[in-house]
């Protein structure tokens, strides 16, 4: 089987690809462009976007690279799914070439760490016909099935069982790895010793937009690293399937939501805020451009006091190009501060898409401020860099007005 290594944003000119080849790549990776090559029937340019991973095709492998190295890929994800569980000697993941094998070994060590108490198990309520009562009888079925006659027994019952979300999420996960293509022996030992101890709970097909969320207690809490990887593998991973069979996969992570997520979380760290008071996408408030509320927005960042939005972000992994258009960045940002009310936002791009800058907006009397966080950098100095950028948002907040009652006096009572 042949193989092929792409890199983000880089074109790679002249690869010959069979019909089939074409057309799956076309319906797994629709962020790569394939734009037929000059003078070359049956070859073309291929330039992938911002998705990175892994593509099995029939006869070719295809590696998407990112700009930066895969470890550090791998740090941005680990940390945004639990920062506060992120320890420099948790960071297990092996250097290799791929994003899939590289994942795997950090996947396997969150799923032990996760199973070292022995599997968790959850009531489930199950209904049968018994011999004997167990739990409460179902009065209704009893009588409509077995006019009101016993035994059997129609009963309800709660079942302690290991077959419960979070274990059918690892084993799903699994099984989704087990069918890619997998160039490491101890990486498909690795999975099946996984599967072996999750023998007793159904394997689940998941669809990637519709996977279900865990509430974490102290509880289950041991489990949250495990579990939100498995979600990542889950949303990743998609098959062309032809007849029942699988005739291509892939494993693919798109870098604008990983820069974000990593982002707002570090933040929010370092700001000590609750995902209520500095939400992502301003989830669960309203933030409108119109006064007829047509216009909703969602800025990446923002940070709120009561109803009042005090800061307001935005985050790009990669500028942002339309056509017509020199700046729709900018153009975005500034919406966000006219509808915030604010006279100053931050927009936060992946070093190497902007120059730290700040733009004094003519007329509208609005500041836009616009600085880089570089993500090669090794994980320490990076959070170290997100401390810093957390201070400019201390900077930028504005405290909200305290409003004054028709007679003029202050909402606390002062006058």
């Known amino acids: 089987m042949e193989s092929l290594t792409l890199v983000e944003h880089r074109t790679t000119p002249e690869i010959r690809l069979t019909m089939e080849q074409r057309d799956a790549l076309r ?18 340019d291929l330039t992938p976007g911002s ?29 945004a799914f639990d920062p506060r569980a992120w320890r ?25 760490f996760a199973f070292r108490r022995g599997l968790l198990q959850g009531y489930r309520s199950e209904e049968d016909a018994l011999q004997t009562v167990r739990g409460r009888i179902r009065i209704d079925d009893q009588l409509r099935r077995r006019f009101g006659l016993v035994p059997p027994v129609e009963v309800r019952f709660d079942e302690l069982t290991e077959d419960i979300e979070a274990n059918r999420l690892i084993r799903a996960a699994v099984d989704r790895l087990e069918r890619m293509p997998l160039r ?17 709970v159904t394997l689940k097909e998941y669809a990637p937009a ?41 494993f693919l992570v798109d870098m604008n939501e990983v820069f974000e997520t990593f982002v707002a979380e570090a933040l929010r760290e370092a700001l000590r805020l609750s995902p209520r008071v ?55 940002l500034l919406a966000y ?16 898409e902007g120059e730290p800058a700040a733009h004094q907006v003519v007329e509208v ?30 900077r930028l907040r504005r405290v909200p007005m305290v409003p004054l009652t028709p007679s003029g006096i202050l909402a606390g009572g002062k006058p």
């Open 184 to 200: 490491f022996d101890d990486s498909r030992a690795a999975l099946r010793r996984i599967r072996g101890a999750l023998e007793r």
């Open 210 to 250: 519709q996977l279900p969320e865990i509430v974490w207690d102290r509880l289950n809490e041991h489990y949250r690293g495990a579990v939100e990887m498995a979600k990542l593998i889950l949303r990743s991973t998609s098959f062309d399937l032809r007849h029942g069979v699988v005739r291509a996969a892939a």
């Open 51 to 79: 998705v990175i991973g892994a593509v099995a095709l029939p006869g070719l492998t295809i590696e998407i690279r990112p700009k930066i190295e895969i470890d550090r890929v791998l740090f941005l994800l680990s940390y």
């Open 365 to 394: 009397g609005k500041r836009l401020e616009v600085v880089t966080l570089d993500l090669s950098r090794e994980p320490r100095k990076l959070l170290a860099q997100v401390a810093e950028l957390a201070v400019s948002v201390r």
């Open 278 to 332: 500095f939400p992502r996408g301003a989830r669960g408030r309203d933030l409108w451009l119109d006064h007829g509320r047509a216009i909703r927005l969602e800025p990446d960042l923002s940070w709120w006091e009561g109803s009042a939005c005090v800061f307001v972000g935005d985050l790009k992994y990669k500028r942002v190009g339309a056509h017509g258009i020199k700046h729709p960045d900018l153009y975005q």
């Open 27 to 44: 319906r797994l990776v629709p962020s790569i462009t394939a734009v037929p090559a000059k003078g070359r029937e049956g070859a073309y």
């Open 337 to 352: 501060t006219v509808a915030a009310g604010l006279s100053t936002g931050l927009l936060i791009y992946a070093a190497g």
């Open 88 to 112: 420099p000697d948790r960071f297990l993941f092996e250097h290799r070439t791929g994003l899939v094998e590289a994942l795997i070994p950090g996947f396997v060590h969150q799923v032990r």
